[in-house]
């Protein structure tokens, strides 16, 4: 458990950290004129920002559903 618990960690980390990347990378991209490049770095936040979702909607839906 406490492997999982660090495992976990680690990956909310990194999603949330794409996410916030791809947001400023994108600003810059796109005030620099550089339009496949913002594209890129907005496809970035978005998955980002699904993922840090779906990880907060996977962790409410196995909160629920623990044995009891």
Request: proline fraction near 1%; hydrophobic fraction near 65%; include cysteine.
């Amino acid at each position: 458990a406490i492997v999982a618990s660090i495992i976990a960690a680690i990956t909310v980390t990194i999603v949330v950290c794409l996410a916030i990347w791809g947001a400023a990378k994108y600003a810059d991209f796109n005030q620099s004129g550089r339009g496949v490049a913002a594209a890129g770095a907005l496809t970035v936040s978005i998955f980002g920002l699904v993922a840090t979702f779906a990880i907060i909607a996977l962790t409410i839906y196995l909160m629920i559903a623990a044995p009891k």
